[in-house]
C-alpha cells in the first residue's frame, strides 16, 4: 500500500495554527502589543478600524528586527526569545512560541515595515495568506510597523462568526488596557477609525490606572506593597465603598503578564469580607511578582491562566496584605475598638443575663492571702495544674469580666481556656502589691489595650492611640524644634508620582526635612530619597507618603491649619502600632512610660481618649 502519510504543506499547518493563536481582532492587538514590548518599545500605537475587522496595526520604536530576521519572523517556531527549553523556566518576554506572526500572516493580508537604529534603511515585506508577495527596502523610522488588513479574509466561516463591531472593540479594548497596565512605564496611544481612545504617556503606576479609567478613579485607590521572599505585591485596591456590581475592573499581574485566576481572586474576596454588600465586587490592580522559575506559563498562547509551585502561600500573603492596606487606610471596620473605649457597659453584671457564671462564691477567701503565698513561684502558676478548690473558682469570676470585655460573639471553649491562662496572671499582677511592681507592671489585654495598675485603681490605655499621641508629639518636636535625626539609606529610594501629589510633597518638604526627611531629588514628578526619620522603616515610605498626600488632600483647611501639625499627625497615624500588635513586657513598659511623658497624654492626635482610669472605689461599687 503506498504512504499515506505526509507533510501537512507550511501554510496550511499555519492556518491550523492560527486557528489557536487567532480567535478575533483582539488576539492580533495582543500579540502585536507583546511583540512591540519585547523589543523594548518606548512608544506603541496601535490603529484599529472596523473594530479591527478591517485593520489592526502597530507601531512600536523598538529595536526592529534585521532583513533576514525580517523573513525569518513569519516562519513557524521562529522566535528570537527561546533558544532552549530551559529558558521557559526563566521567561522574560511575552512571546516565546514563534507563532502568532506565522498564524496572522496565514488568515490576513500583513504589511511590514522594519527598521534597526545602526541602518538607514529598514525593510518592509507583505503577506497574503502566508505567501511572500513583496518584500524591499523602505525609509521608514527605527522600529516596527506591522499592519494586519482583512483579517480571516481566507477563512469566511470565521469572518461570519465575528461578533458585532461594539463586542469586537470591547475585546480589543480590554487587551489594549491590560497590556497598558502591566506596562505603566511605556507610552501607549489607541486610535479607532481615526479617533484617539487613549492617549496614556509615560507615568507611574498609579497614574496610569487614572488615565484609563478616568480622573475620579484616583480617589477610589488604596495603595498595597508588601516584600516577601517568595511573593512581591504593589498595586491598588479599589476602596470597598466602590465597589461595584459588575466584574470590570479586576486585574492580576503577575510578573508583568495579564493573568485570571479565581483562586488568587478569592483571597481578596476574603479580604473584603464583611466591607462590601454580596453581590457586588472590589476592584483591584495588583502586580505579583515571583520567582519565574516558580511558575509555569507555558499553556495555551490565548490563556491567561497559570500555574503557581505554591499557591496556598501565595493567597494567605495576599489576602493579609490586602487587609492590612484595608486597615492603614482605617477602612477596615475597628470593630469593638472604638465601642469599648467606656468600659462601664461590660462590667455591668445587671445587663448581663446567659453569660453569668454560676459560682458558689467563699466569702472567707482572701485573694490578697493566696497572692502572698505563691507570689515567689508566680511565673509557675499559669501552667500549674496543682493548685485548685478556690483559686479557680475566683478565677472564672475573673473570666467573666473579662468575656464581658470582648465584643458580643459567641466564644469557643478554646477561646476560653486562653482567658484562663490570662485572667491568672492579671490576677496575680493587679493583686500584687496594689501598684506597679517591677515584675510585672503592666499587661495586655486582646492584643489591644495595656492595662497597668497605680496606685488608685488601674488604667486601661489604647495601644493604638497612646503611640499615635507619643509619635505626634515627637515629630512635632522634630519638626518644630528642628533638631532632626535621620538615618542614612544605602540606596537612594525613588518614588514617582502624579503631578498632583508631586506639588504636595514639594510644598512639605521643609517639614518633611525637618521630621528626618532627607531628599537628593525632586524632578520629573519623582522623588528621590536618601534618609529617613529614625523610625520610620523604608519598606513603609511609599505607603506613608501616600497616606500624607491623602491626609493633605482632606485636610479641610481652616484658619488653624499647620503643615507641621498635620505631617506629624500623618505620620504618627501611619506608624502608631496597630490593634491586633502583640507587645511584649519591655514595650508595654516603654509605652506606658512613654505616654506619660508627653505633654498631653488624656488624648490621640485625633482627640480621643488614649486611656481610661477604673479606681479600687469603682471597682469595690461594682462587687456591692
Ligand atoms: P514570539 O513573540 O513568540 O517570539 P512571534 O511570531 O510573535 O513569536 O514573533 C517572531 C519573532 O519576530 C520574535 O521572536 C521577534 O524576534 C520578531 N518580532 C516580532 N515582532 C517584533 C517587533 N515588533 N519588533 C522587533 N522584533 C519583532
Ligand atoms: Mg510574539
Redesign the pocket.
Known sequence: MADIIQLLPDHVANQIAAGEVVQRPASVVK??L???I??K?ETIKLLVKDAGKTLVQ?I?D????SVT?AR???ERH?????RSAEDLFQLN????????????AAIAHVELK?KQEQEEVGTTITIEGSEIVNQDVVVTPT??S?AVKHLFFNIPARRNFLKSNTVETRHIIDEFQRVALAHPSISFVMYHNGSEVFNLPQSNYRQRIVNIFGPKTNEKLVPVNEDTDVLKISGFVGKPEYAKKSRGEQFFFVNNRFIKSAYLNHAITAAFEGLIKDGTHASYFLNLEVNPQTIDINIHPTKTEIKFDDEHTLYAILRASVKHSLGQFNIAPVLDFERDANLDTPYDYSNKSASTPTIEVDRSFNPFDAEKAIAPSRSNMASSSSFSGRKPASTAGWESMYVGMESKGTKSTQDFSEMQFESVESTASLFGENQMTSKQSSYQLQNKYVLSAIKSGMLVIDQHRAHQRILYEDFLKYITGKDTVSQQLLFPLQIQFSKQEHDIILNLKNDLEYAGFVFQNFENQMVEIIGLPINVPESEVSIILEQLISDVEHEVPDANFSAADLLAKSLAKSLAIKPGQSLNQTEQDHLVNSLFACKDPNVSPANKPTFITMTVDELDKKFM
Do not use: Q, W, Y
Open positions: 500579540e502585536l507583546e511583540n512591540a519585547d523589543a518599545a502597530v512600536d523598538g529595536v526592529g528586527m530576521d525569518l519572523s513569519f521562529a522566535t528570537s526569545k527561546i518576554t511575552k512571546g516565546f512560541r514563534g507563532e502568532a506572526l506565522a498564524s496572522i522594519t522600529g516596527t506591522i
